[in-house]
């Protein structure tokens, strides 16, 4: 005996289909809502407050937090001064007391190298304890990074930073510069393979090496800014940025020129600084310039060692012709 068959109305699968998505959606959304308060309502470590920061801790890692939340407070009129805003509440510092609670407190967003993430909406920083291979500098260096990220998203408000801004500032606060990006650059000048700034918006699609030329890109653009117009018309830009939300209309209140103008302009800046750098990291003017200072040092030994041979042969001319009332022999000078 067959078993009975339903017939639906035309339509109900794909309706019925729809409601099970809209469902699944709803409660995955419901599930990541409670899991990024959990951190807030389950802490079970330490926590100690300054007057613009909290930070939660673990008390194995209490030295380090005190140290943190020190190092925030001396740093925090600083970074607050670059941008032009001050958190309206304390900024929530989490110190993850090992990796896997460090993947918790940042919902699984940050890759397994990461070692800081910032939440600006929750005014949140999330950094791995140092007792996992990261060291105090580079913790110091990391906590600017991610404040400034904080700043500067509640500074936009629903506003959105262009990638480039936001990496690159947090990048400039924090001193993120390191020689081999000079080397970076002239390299990517001689071959004329600078990624235009608008396409860094795609900078978690690059493979590393691209996505450090990207950050190197990001941190030049925030520096010509503060080079070529200055801290205040960059927190114009910002301010301008957050209430209209357009970023051409952003640099032509505060910088003058439109965002195309600006690309323009800043491929120029990084052209004539590294410039120098460019020429040398030509193989061939590498290895000339190198065979040009042998060549002079080769010239001026040469010319040394005949100066000190002329010295020699007066000296030697001097001995067997001159001589004092004693008969002692002098050498002429």
């Known amino acids: ?107 699984g967003r940050i890759p397994e190298w990461g070692i800081g993430a910032a939440v600006p909406h929750r005014g949140r920083i999330v950094l791995i304890s140092p007792r996992h291979s990261v060291d105090r500098a580079d913790l110091h260096q990391v906590l600017v990074h991610e404040l400034c990220h904080v700043v500067l998203g ?59 030329l990207a950050y190197t890109e990001s941190f030049l653009a925030v520096a010509f800014i503060l080079d070529r117009y200055g801290v205040d018309s960059l927190i114009k830009m910002i301010r301008e940025l957050a209430h209209h939300g357009e970023l051409d209309l952003a640099m032509r209140t505060s910088l003058g020129i439109t965002e195309r103008e600006f690309h323009l302009a800043w491929r120029d800046y990084v052209t004539r600084r590294f410039h120098w750098a460019s020429a040398l990291s030509n193989p061939f003017v590498l290895w000339m310039f190198i065979f040009s200072l042998f060549v002079l040092a080769f010239v001026l030994k040469r010319r040394h060692t005949r100066k000190v041979l002329d010295s020699w042969r007066l000296e030697e001319s001097s001995w067997g012709t001159s001589s004092d009332e004693s008969g002692e022999r002098w050498s002429s000078p």
Request: charged residues 20%; glycine residues 4%.
């Open 1 to 107: 005996m067959s078993s009975p068959r339903w017939n639906l109305l035309p339509g109900t699968e794909v309706r019925t289909e729809m409601v099970h998505r809209a469902m699944v959606i709803i409660l995955v959304s419901i599930f990541l809502i409670l899991i990024s308060a959990l951190p807030a309502m389950v802490w079970e470590g330490l926590a100690e407050s300054s007057e613009h920061f909290a930070i939660f801790y673990r008390q194995e890692d209490a030295p380090i937090a005190l140290n943190l939340l020190a190092f925030a407070e001396q740093e925090y009129q600083r970074v607050t001064g670059i941008i032009g805003h001050h958190p309206a509440s304390p900024v929530q510092i989490y110190l993850a007391n090992d990796p896997q609670e460090f993947r918790l407190l940042t919902l």
């Open 154 to 212: 509640q500074a936009l408000g629903d506003a959105r930073a262009p990638r480039w801004l936001d990496e690159g500032l947090a990048m400039y606060v924090s001193h993120e510069w390191k020689l081999d990006q000079s080397i970076l650059v002239a390299r990517v000048l001689l071959f004329d393979s600078l990624i235009p700034l608008d396409e860094i918006e795609a900078l978690n699609s690059f493979d590393a090496s691209k996505a450090h």
